[in-house]
């Protein structure tokens, strides 16, 4: 079975004072190290010393595809690791428009990532004009076809993929629970064709509006195993209720 998990991802939000505040409220039932947060890199080491009484594990939004030496800017793998960090989203849909992130590039994080031992959460998805024109699940499964070229894998603990329609990021439309289901379920039979009996096992996140109010139903789809969310994880009481959900 995949585990299941919920990630915040805090994008280049929360000042210190409010990350304070969240940590002092946040109350998680049941956690079985499966709630993550990704703040902003430079808040790193605040949130993890913060995070640890709560069990909370803490990790980067993106991560270096090189080793070391003159990149400026860069976020190195070992590095995190050194201070103690899980794992990094990687080829986040904003990193992807912004800031020109292709997938030959994603896939060399991805490859660093998972040399070093952190877990990238892959993060792939289309947008409203592909979604219209019917190139949904080509768009989703070449995104992670070429993310994860030659990508083996010792143990489904070591990926994570998020599914996040672009349409429903930050925006209030959520995919209904049908719609992300149906795209869940062509990364799953993708995963098994990549990975055998381990891509049964890989954690399928949804993300995109995900919110107190609509997570179960999400969370009730066969091949949904959790969520990576945004805006609804800046506030301790909604991430509290996201997790307790999980
Ligand atoms: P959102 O963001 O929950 O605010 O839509 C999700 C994400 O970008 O990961």
Avoid at 17 to 39: G, M, R, S, Y
Avoid at 144 to 153: A, V, Y
Avoid at 213 to 237: R, Y
Wanted: with cysteine.
């Amino acid at each position: 079975m995949p585990k299941n998990y919920m990630i915040g991802n805090w994008k280049m939000n929360q000042s210190l004072t409010e990350i304070e505040t969240f940590f002092k409220n946040v109350k998680l039932e049941d956690n079985q190290n499966n709630f993550w947060i990704a703040p902003q890199t430079l808040h790193y080491s605040k949130c993890a010393e913060l995070a640890g009484p709560t069990g909370v594990l803490v990790g980067t939004q993106n991560i270096s595809d090189q080793e070391q030496g003159a990149f400026t800017g860069e976020i190195s793998a070992d590095s995190l690791m050194e201070m103690g960090g899980h794992f990094c989203l990687i080829g986040h849909s904003e990193r992807r428009s912004l800031y020109g992130e292709t997938d030959e590039f994603i896939n060399r994080k991805v490859a660093k990532a998972i040399e070093k031992g952190l877990v990238p959460v892959l993060c792939v998805g289309e947008t409203l004009a592909e979604r219209e024109a019917n190139n949904t699940l080509s768009v989703v499964l070449g995104q992670l076809k070429s993310g994860l070229k030659d990508i083996s894998l010792n143990n489904e603990a070591e990926l994570i993929i998020a599914y996040e329609p672009v349409w429903a990021i930050g925006t209030g439309k959520t995919a209904s629970p049908e719609q992300a289901e149906e795209v869940h379920a062509a990364i799953r039979v993708l995963l098994e064709e990549l990975y055998g009996e381990t891509g049964k096992d890989i954690s399928l996140l949804y993300g995109g509006s995900v919110k107190p109010s609509n997570v179960k139903e999400l969370l009730g789809q066969t091949n949904i195993n959790g969520g990576l969310v945004g805006g609804a994880s800046l506030k301790a009481e909604d991430f509290s209720a996201l997790c307790s959900a999980c």
